[in-house]
């Protein structure tokens, strides 16, 4: 049903900033919830930040006030601006996309998962 892209990682000096992007096939209007993931080298993947459709935001404690989430509709375009970064938060980021079913009983989630781009924050 869509099909996401990653784009916008490298590699940074610590305090740096990094832009990404995700550009969906699909339109992501019609998706409940937006969001960015990360995982680094054995760890588990983690929820960094999302944005539902109604514009709510969530983010990871440990990114809290660093990284800004945002959605453009009309270009089919999300975005984790980032912002006094730090070695830790290297990883391979992914964009996700979440649809609820809502009319099912218990409510039903499907997700949609991009490739991942590579960040990487040196010392």
């Known amino acids: 049903q869509v099909q996401l892209v990653e784009s916008g990682g490298g590699l940074v000096q610590a305090g740096g900033s990094l832009r990404l992007s995700c550009a969906a096939s699909?339109?992501?209007?019609?998706?409940?919830?937006m969001g960015w993931y990360r995982q680094a080298p054995g760890k588990q993947r983690e929820s960094v930040a999302a944005?539902?459709?109604?514009?709510?935001?969530h983010y990871a404690d440990s990114v809290q006030g660093r990284f800004t989430i945002s959605r453009d509709n009309a270009k089919n375009t999300v975005h984790l601006q980032m912002n006094s970064l730090k070695p830790e938060d290297t990883a391979v980021y992914y964009c996700?996309?979440?649809?609820?079913?809502?009319?099912?009983?218990?409510?039903?989630?499907?997700?949609?998962w991009g490739q991942g781009t590579q960040v990487t924050v040196s010392s």
């Open positions: 699909g339109t992501i209007f019609s998706m409940d919830a």
């Open positions: 944005i539902k459709s109604d514009s709510t935001t």
């Open positions: 996700n996309a979440r649809r609820v079913d809502a009319t099912r009983t218990p409510i039903e989630f499907y997700d949609y």
